[in-house]
């Protein structure tokens, strides 16, 4: 999830952790525990495309870092402030830490929570970033901050946000559900033969889904709001896996092939050849303008390759927004 929301995640375990015996210093402490496994963005700029993106929410969002810094910084943590046990410090720390891989699960990119298992958890039941998980959980948290240390409505207020937020989190994986089965249904009806099928919800909400569907030749992809009235509608994206040629022999390709699940599509533009993540989508609402949230030009660089991720053009979120408006209203 974004940075605000494993922020105020932070700060609602902490509160409630040591809320009662440190006051808002749990909430702080929390706040900063929040942010700490994603400190694994510094390794984009000490290595390659490729090797970033796989340490990305990797080690730092695992069991094993939540268990290991977490008695480290308890045991620190318990010699600055003897308000708490060094068993309370740790398990405050192991709780902040370890809620942080667990929301990001939820994602589209998912976590490795059980590194060093190659294991990524991803259930795509929410986009990474959505207000409607976000602002009731940082208000309740905000209303929280204002009560008195100890006080029964702090509590309360803090309790709610979490309830609220997890009250949310199970409603986004019920949508899903249905939203997949509408999907299949529309596969059915249309007599599409497909391998495999993943859903995952449009930016910013719940209401609007969209659903990758591997075929023999193509992908497809199609997007179905909970309030449209016409059939789900399926546009084709050439696999082209053939285009890669000789590249794909690299061993840097071979592991961003890997990163991608399979899900992925080569474009061959005059600037050289592009592979696609499917993973994460179009940035377009026009499925035929093969705008992807994420492309890597592959270049033969020496006796190597060199991947870099394609620039993001600022000009395609702004449009995107207006037009993901009217389409989550309906077709």
């Known amino acids: 999830?974004?940075?605000?929301?494993?922020?105020?995640?932070?700060?609602?375990?902490?509160?409630?952790?040591?809320?009662?015996?440190?006051?808002?210093?749990?909430m702080a402490l929390g706040a900063v525990a929040g942010t700490i496994p994603d400190l694994d963005v510094i390794a984009n700029y000490f290595t390659d495309t490729v090797t970033a993106l796989e340490i990305h929410r990797?080690?730092?969002?695992?069991i094993v870092f939540a268990v290991v810094f977490g008695l480290l910084l308890g045991w620190l943590l318990s010699l600055w402030d003897k308000r708490a046990s060094l068993k309370e410090w740790s398990w405050f720390w192991f709780l902040c830490f370890v809620t942080h891989p667990m929301l990001d699960a939820h994602t589209t990119w998912g976590t490795q929570l059980f590194w060093p298992f190659d294991l990524r958890l991803a259930y795509k039941n929410i986009f990474v970033i959505d207000p409607l998980y976000t602002l009731p959980f940082l208000?309740?948290?905000?209303?929280?901050?204002?009560q008195k240390r100890g006080s029964i409505k702090r509590r309360r207020f803090n309790n709610l946000g979490l309830i609220v937020s997890s009250a949310?989190?199970?409603?986004?994986?019920?949508?899903?559900?249905?939203?997949y089965t509408k999907f299949e249904s529309a596969l059915k009806d249309q007599k599409i033969a497909y391998s495999a099928i993943e859903t995952k919800p449009s930016p910013f909400n719940t209401i609007m889904w969209t659903a990758n569907v591997q075929t023999e030749e193509a992908f497809l992809i199609g997007d179905y709001s909970f309030f449209d009235t016409q059939p789900i509608q399926f546009f084709p994206h050439p696999k082209n896996h053939e285009a890669l040629g000789y590249l794909k022999?690299?061993?840097?390709v071979q592991r961003l092939i890997k990163i991608t699940q399979g899900w992925y599509t080569i474009t061959e533009k005059e600037s050289g050849i592009y592979l696609n993540d499917l993973r994460f989508g179009l940035i377009s609402l026009d499925a035929n303008a093969d705008k992807f949230a994420f492309s890597f030009l592959i270049e033969k660089e020496g006796n190597d390759v060199n991947v870099t991720e394609e620039p993001k053009d600022t000009r395609d979120a702004k449009n995107l927004m207006p037009a993901l408006w009217q389409r989550i209203k309906g077709n």
Do not use: C, P, R, W
Not at 1 to 26: F, H, P, R, W, Y
Not at 139 to 146: E, G, K
Not at 168 to 179: A, E, Q, V
């Open 168 to 179: 949310y989190m199970l409603l986004t994986i019920i949508l899903k559900g249905i939203s």
């Open 58 to 62: 990797g080690f730092t969002h695992s």
């Open 1 to 26: 999830m974004d940075s605000v929301t494993q922020i105020v995640l932070g700060a609602a375990v902490g509160e409630a952790v040591l809320g009662k015996k440190i006051g808002n210093k749990a």
């Open 139 to 146: 208000v309740f948290l905000i209303f929280a901050m204002f």
């Open 249 to 252: 022999e690299y061993d840097k």
